[in-house]
């Protein structure tokens, strides 16, 4: 195959970020491709045959008359939660695949890479096929971030508590002096409008009316967080939702997710192995329950999504994926798309609530003020995070 800097720009985009899905698998031993600890967290060998199932599925089979399907199985194997597609395996069942093995995978990588640098330099390839091609291309950026927490998870609940990597990871800290941004009521607007690529359910540029409200420019602590967890605010149902409230007594809730009280003191796994909690490090692992309730001990809430939005360009942000206080439902104007492709966001759209911004684990210019994230509000398992406001 030719070197990407001769290739044709999406081309390169395309194989660039096929070896990224690739490089964050690396560090693996063989055994880490195959686990699946819960149903949320899908084995690093399922991440890798989906993403690529995508571009054969979408693009390969219905636009390149030549291309031979690599094995007619891994449709069933593959296929995520597209009804449209057909059958396919059980989410709970991911982590029971022993086969196809990791080196399979590997060359079903191969193999789609391989015709779709074919495709891509054919006259096949099309003006009317890129936004579908920049779909799967961010598509598996969003399985790239998925590699790095669903790794993270399987890793941390390991006993050993083995490292993902060993290089020391540069920690930053927000200079500026902590305070709350004040905004006063009126129209603003939301949603994405202009070139590039975005999501779906992005789209639908709108005017919103919000009230006078204010939002910190720093996200929350692990200290700060400790003087909850020290207050007993896990004890504490006023502060719960009684969904949340539930939810704590069921798991007996008492601390963020990875954290571990050993000898007296606050550990935490992290990519790097088990470490002592930094103080000053912004809190990651909460669940919508836990932030909510958080805000409220402090005498403040979540901000809506449409809040954050509008004050986002006054703030950095993009370590935490932040949880707002609105429920995922679609902007004044949205349609799903026909076919496979409209079960990408619509579908989701109940008992969701919205996270804004990005994370350390978000992959390099996969990122906007604009996109909505999503999860059930009792899920920590992403790098989460809490912002307030009033």
């Known amino acids: 195959m030719e070197t990407t800097t001769k290739l044709k720009p999406i081309l390169k985009k395309f194989l660039d970020v096929r070896a990224r899905s690739e490089e964050i698998c690396q560090p693996l031993e063989i055994e880490d491709y195959v686990v699946q600890p819960i149903v949320d967290v899908s084995p690093p060998k399922w991440h890798l045959g989906h993403t690529t199932w995508f571009f054969e599925t979408f693009i390969l089979i219905p636009n390149f008359p030549s291309y031979e399907v690599f094995d007619p199985q891994y449709n069933f194997v593959f296929n995520s939660y597209y009804e449209t597609i057909g059958a396919r395996v059980i989410r709970t069942d991911r982590g029971n695949l022993s086969r196809p093995s990791v080196s399979d995978v590997y060359q079903y990588r191969k193999y789609v890479d391989g015709k779709m640098t074919e495709f891509l330099n054919s006259h096949h390839m099309s003006n009317e096929i890129l936004p579908l091609l920049e779909l799967g291309l961010n598509h598996e950026q969003q399985h790239q971030e998925l590699l790095i927490t669903d790794i993270k998870y399987i890793l941390g609940h390991n006993p050993l508590f083995p490292a993902y990597k060993n290089d020391a990871h540069q920690k930053t800290k927000d200079s500026a002096e902590k305070e709350m941004l004040h905004f006063s009521e009126g129209i603003y607007e939301i949603g994405f409008d202009g070139p590039g690529f975005c999501f779906d359910n992005e789209m639908g540029k709108h005017k919103v009316y919000l009230n006078d409200f204010a939002i910190s420019n720093h996200l929350v602590t692990n200290a700060e967080y400790l003087e909850f ?64 309730a958080f805000a409220a001990w402090k005498g403040m809430r979540l901000p809506t999504e449409q809040e954050w939005e509008a004050a986002s360009s006054c703030f950095p942000w993009g370590k935490r994926w932040e949880w707002t206080n609105s429920a995922y439902l679609p902007y004044p104007g949205f349609k799903k798309e026909s076919g496979a492709v409209g079960e990408y966001n619509g579908k989701f759209m109940v008992n969701q609530m919205v996270l804004r911004g990005a994370s ?20 920590k398992w992403q790098f989460t995070g809490i912002r307030l406001a009033k």
Not at 245 to 251: A, F, Q, S
Not at 253 to 263: E, G, N, T, V
């Open 229 to 292: 967890m020290e207050a007993r605010g896990y004890s504490d149902f006023r502060f719960w939702h009684a969904d949340g409230w539930n939810w704590v007594k069921e798991n007996n809730a008492q601390s963020p997710l990875y954290w571990h009280k050993i000898d007296g003191k606050w550990m935490h796994y992290t990519l790097n192995g088990l470490k002592a909690i930094d103080p000053e490090e912004e809190l990651c692992h909460i669940n919508f329950y836990e932030a909510s």
């Open 360 to 379: 350390v684990a978000t992959s390099p210019g996969h990122s906007r003020y604009t996109y909505r994230n999503f999860f059930q509000p009792e899920l």
